[in-house]
């Protein structure tokens, strides 16, 4: 299991104060691994920071290994590229980030009232028709 999860994910949820995971139910891993995210929309590499690997402790049962780490500083996070997150030689995986809030424009209070009327009036003809 991995935060960010693999495929998509949503960019709003990657805040600079939380800490990227990965958490292994059959893999023990002795060491501290490097890890590396790649932006591969530009194909620049970084190396992570703050990486922690906390076995077993504070995540209780089922997990063998869990490794904690953040993006460097110099990586910038940006909507719509995709990143690959190399944890030392014992699991890869990647994932495009992608906006959960639009920006599109709404339609009008007016064009939306009269759809409601024609929308209204076809009712009323269904109806009458039924009777």
């Known amino acids: 299991m991995t935060y ?39 194909g620049k590499k970084y190396k992570a920071t703050s990486v922690r690997n906390y076995g077993t402790d504070y995540y209780g049962a089922g997990y063998s290994a869990t490794i904690t780490f953040k993006p460097s500083a110099s990586m910038k996070i940006v ?16 994932f495009r980030l992608f906006r959960e809030k639009s920006t599109l424009t709404t339609t009008s209070k007016k064009s939306t009232k009269k759809t409601s009327k024609k929308v209204t009036k076809k009712t009323k003809k269904a109806a009458s028709k039924k009777k």
């Open 4 to 42: 960010p999860s693999s495929t998509v994910f949503p960019y709003e949820l990657l805040t600079s104060d939380t800490p990227w995971s990965a958490y292994f139910a059959n893999e023990r891993i002795s060491r501290t691994p490097k890890v590396y995210i790649t932006d591969l929309t530009t």
């Open 79 to 94: 909507n719509t590229h995709k990143y690959k997150v190399q944890i030392g030689s014992i699991y890869t995986y990647s």
